[in-house]
């Protein structure tokens, strides 16, 4: 493969990396021709000559395409989807649901397997998040009271304090807003807990 062709390699390596950063996932070889107008049988060559040259690793698979700058991040970082509004009856992580993917470092994470839920609303401000903001959420099934949990009601996920009532016999759930009432359930279904936010600083 002759040298000036090079830049269509960087172009590749950055397509690459770019829908990674966007998708969680490589792309396939005709994603890649088709961004990039050129055939499939093109694309795959010059993918075995990077390969050869150690620009990219294959991990197998019709996604299994690694650059070298995806393989240094991929052991310290965590892709994690970022769920927008919810779809009424649609899961929480359900493809449809899904933004984008932000990778966060692992050693901000700690334990467990984690999702991002973009903030909707005002009903958590005096906890400090606000609309549009960026929620890690641990998954698990149960929490502690006084947790703020990622709670599905009637197929539509909520984020509040979580209590438990037991003179009422219900679960309590607390809007971190003065100008909101307190919600009453005879269950729910709790889908996480959040553990850190992101934010914009203005």
Do not use: W
Request: hydrophobic share 40%.
């Amino acid at each position: 493969m002759r040298t000036k062709n090079n830049a269509l390699m960087e172009k590749i390596i950055e397509f690459i990396e770019k829908n990674y950063s966007i998708s969680g996932r490589s792309p396939t070889i005709r994603e890649i021709a088709d961004a990039l107008q050129v055939s499939k049988s093109c694309v795959g060559e010059y993918l075995n000559e990077m390969e050869k040259r150690k620009l990219i690793q294959n991990a197998g698979g019709s996604r299994g395409i690694i650059t070298l700058k995806m393989a240094k991040t991929k052991n310290s970082t965590s892709n994690l989807p970022v769920v927008g509004s919810i779809a009424c009856g649609s899961p929480l992580l359900a493809e449809e649901n899904i933004e984008c993917y932000l990778p966060i470092p692992n050693e901000f994470l700690g334990n467990g397997e984690f999702f991002i839920l973009r903030a909707n609303g005002e009903s958590m401000i005096d906890a400090g998040i606000c609309d549009g903001d960026y929620v890690i959420i641990r998954k698990q099934e149960d929490a502690e009271e006084g947790q703020i949990i990622v709670a599905l009601i009637d197929d539509e996920a909520t984020l509040k304090r979580y209590y438990l009532d037991k003179a009422k016999k219900k679960v309590r759930l607390h809007p971190e807003n003065r100008e909101m009432k307190d919600m009453y359930f005879n269950s729910i279904v709790i889908q996480g807990v959040a553990v850190k936010v992101i934010k914009d600083i203005y």
